[in-house]
């Protein structure tokens, strides 16, 4: 039934201020811009930025890829997300962490040495 993961939307309240933010963490600018929905193509994938809803730390928690967690999660806090995991060690080389983007949403990453990059589909 599921194919993988497609999108992560982030409720973020300030559009602007979430494209300035999301456009230095990704180093990239968003692929489609409108008043109702921004959105970035990371490998393969989406990350949605919409103006309305509820930032929050309890909703869906998807794990960006990254090549090195701490580094990334460092980054991500000079540019200024708060610590809610540190990065932590989970089994097979996997290191894993998330933080509090400037809106209140969680946003986690994932280093997997495993990760099969060719399967994304």
Known sequence: MF???RTAIYPTP???AGKAFYTKVLGLEPYFD???YVGYAVGGFELGLVPDGAPGAAG???LWGVPDAAAAFEQLLALGATVLE???E???GIRVAAVLDPFGNRLGVIE???FDASAVR
Do not use: K
């Open 3 to 5: 194919l993988g993961l």
């Open 14 to 16: 300030d559009l602007d």
């Open 34 to 36: 409108q008043p109702f």
């Open 60 to 62: 869906p928690q998807a």
């Open 86 to 88: 540190p990065v932590t």
């Open 90 to 92: 989970v089994g097979d």
């Open 112 to 114: 997997n040495p495993a």
